[in-house]
């Protein structure tokens, strides 16, 4: 159509201020041709990921959407993640989109960790009793108070995290990116359940070490059922932990702290092409499994006691797909890469019948991830996107 311009955007708001050295709490750019009005745009992104300037942006402009590339608090504090402040800031995007864009349809795009945050806003857009609110978010914030893990002094704020989600407004249509079923649930997935002692980077149980050439690959049935069963097992471990970790620091007047997580690279899936098969090739998004397994990677290498439980554990995350997707009745539309080495064919079927829509979509393309193979690829995806969306709008 055109040259695509990028607009930076930045909001206030009113639950959460701006950083004392500038930064807005709401961040995104904005994708569209030059001189031209879009009707309908995306709002693209991911809990804790930088998605401003995302992939397929300017293949989705250049057929006449808007594209909005969102993120949230998180992008630069992950470790700090809280799901009602990331709701919020979704939440300004979906505004920003309506009241200052002048766009009549907005369209979700939860790309990776962003499918199951996404379908969250959703549901609590549609049902603001979706969520659970964390006690320390039902009064607007004080002087000094610390909000979304910033570390200086923040003026106060005039209105309530939980008076702002539950305000939130829906959107009109809903798209699942190469996602997961949520970050607890992919975490778990990729958990070493060999660990048996947190502190120690080595100390293994090589019964259910999935590198002990012994275990496989393949990997046998009874093999798979145990570390399944030992990685929940593991992540309940965790979060009773932090629980119990959290309530003590409390009680000394201490808001949080942060701890590591060793050792998360650790699927079957990543050796035994014959698990939940695909066109994919062994290996992990690191490279070797068991060389980032003992690296300094991982999807929350360290993490604070909160953060874990809002993000990561099994138990605690309100993000979970789990209990959300069932209530997107939003027409719908899952996408997923073949060529994926973190997110699976069985991910994307989960979350397609999942879905409350009657109306649903899913479509497989034989690329990777981030659709990094080549510019084709990008443009077969937003080719799939821009059809299914103007069909619906």
Not at 113 to 118: E, I, M
Not at 242 to 257: F, T, W, Y
Request: hydrophobic fraction near 35%.
């Amino acid at each position: 159509m055109g040259e695509v311009v990028r607009e930076w955007v930045g909001i206030d708001s009113p639950s959460a201020p701006r950083q004392v050295f500038g930064g807005y709490p709401h961040e995104g750019v904005y994708h569209a041709v030059k001189g031209h009005q879009p009707e309908v745009a995306f709002l693209v992104g991911h809990p804790t990921g930088n998605f401003k300037d995302h992939y397929l942006a300017p293949y989705l402009a250049n057929k006449g959407f808007g594209v909005l590339g969102w993120t949230t608090r998180y992008k630069n504090a992950p470790a700090y993640f809280q799901v009602e402040n990331a709701l919020v800031d979704l939440g300004a995007g979906v505004q920003w989109l309506r009241e200052v864009a002048g766009v009549k349809k907005v369209v979700l795009v939860g790309n990776s960790g962003g499918g199951s945050f996404y379908a969250t806003y959703q549901a609590q857009a549609t049902d603001p009793n979706s969520i659970r609110v964390d006690e320390q978010f039902k009064s607007a914030a004080t002087e000094g108070t610390n909000i979304g893990g910033q570390i200086s002094r923040v003026p106060a704020t005039k209105v309530s995290v939980e008076q702002a989600v539950r305000q939130l407004s829906p959107a009109d249509l809903y798209i699942s990116l190469n996602s997961h079923q949520g970050r607890a649930d992919v975490l778990t997935t990729w958990l070493d359940p060999s660990v048996i002692d947190e502190t120690d980077l080595f100390a293994t149980d090589p019964d259910l070490d999935m590198f002990n050439p012994r275990n496989g690959p393949p990997y046998s049935p009874e093999f798979l059922t145990r570390y399944r069963r030992a990685q929940v097992d593991r992540n309940h471990r965790i979060s009773a932990w932090a629980r119990k970790e959290l309530a003590e620091l409390n009680s000394r007047g201490v808001a949080d702290r942060v701890f590591l997580i060793y050792r998360q690279f650790a699927d079957p899936r990543f050796a035994d092409l014959s698990i939940d098969p695909s066109e994919r090739e062994a290996g992990c998004f690191s490279g070797d499994p068991r060389t980032a397994n003992y690296g300094p990677h991982g999807l929350a290498p360290f993490v604070t006691l909160r953060g874990w439980l809002s993000m990561w554990s099994l138990e605690d995350s309100q993000f979970r797909g789990t209990g959300h997707f069932g209530k997107v009745r939003v027409p719908s539309l899952v996408i997923q890469s073949t060529r994926d080495q973190g997110v699976f064919p069985s991910d994307a079927h989960a979350i397609h019948d999942a879905l409350g829509a009657s109306d649903k979509t899913l479509k497989f393309l034989s690329a990777g991830h981030y659709f990094e193979d080549n510019s084709e690829v990008k443009e077969e995806a937003a080719t799939v996107i821009a059809d299914w969306t103007s069909a619906r709008v």
